[in-house]
């Protein structure tokens, strides 16, 4: 069975690798302090920087659901896939089937690869402590390219 780093350069894969680290590393620092997070998004800019991408929620409303800021950070996202070499789009999302809460980081290159990384995880019934269990790769959708 092929993999999506078959379909992308070495450069890919690395650019890839190092948004998603970003992206988990944010998710998780702010799943130490609330028990959500607003969606949020980061791009790997073509003079190798890793950003974060900003959008004014005050435009979406008092309190925005997460369908709208997700729509606008795709939205931004367009607009800087000129300067950008791959996205990740990340969701606090519930998955019920397993009745549990994930991060979800939804990956793209632009060199095709599309692909959506689930971090299911639990929160102790006391305290701030959260337990994260084993990423699951899928095949993603094109949102942004």
Same mark, same amino acid.
């Given at each position: 069975?092929?993999? &999506?780093?078959?379909?992308?350069?070495?450069?890919?894969?690395?650019?890839?690798? @190092?948004?998603?680290?970003?992206? !988990?590393?944010?998710?998780?620092?702010?799943?130490?302090?609330?028990? $959500?997070?607003?969606?949020?998004?980061?791009?790997?800019?073509?003079?190798?920087?890793?950003? $974060?991408?900003?959008?004014?929620?005050?435009?979406?409303?008092?309190?925005?659901? @997460?369908?709208?800021?997700?729509?606008?950070?795709?939205?931004?996202?367009?607009? !800087?896939?000129?300067?950008?070499?791959?996205?990740?789009? @990340?969701?606090?999302?519930?998955?019920?089937?397993?009745?549990?809460?994930?991060?979800?980081?939804?990956?793209e290159h632009? $060199?095709?690869?599309?692909?959506?990384?689930?971090?299911?995880?639990?929160?102790?019934?006391?305290?701030?402590?959260?337990?994260?269990?084993?990423?699951?790769?899928?095949?993603g @959708?094109?949102?942004? &390219?």
């Open positions: 069975m092929s993999s &999506w780093r078959d379909s992308v350069s070495e450069r890919a894969q690395a650019e890839l690798d @190092t948004v998603l680290d970003s992206a !988990l590393r944010l998710a998780q620092n702010q799943l130490a302090k609330a028990h $959500e997070f607003d969606p949020f998004a980061i791009i790997g800019h073509d003079d190798g920087r890793t950003l $974060e991408v900003a959008i004014d929620k005050t435009q979406l409303g008092k309190h925005p659901e @997460t369908a709208e800021i997700t729509a606008a950070l795709v939205s931004q996202l367009r607009m !800087l896939a000129r300067q950008s070499r791959c996205t990740a789009l @990340t969701v606090n999302t519930r998955l019920n089937k397993e009745k549990t809460d994930a991060v979800e980081i939804r990956l632009r $060199e095709g690869a599309a692909l959506v990384v689930l971090l299911p995880y639990k929160r102790a019934k006391f305290g701030s402590h959260v337990e994260y269990s084993p990423l699951k790769a899928f095949a @959708t094109h949102e942004v &390219w």
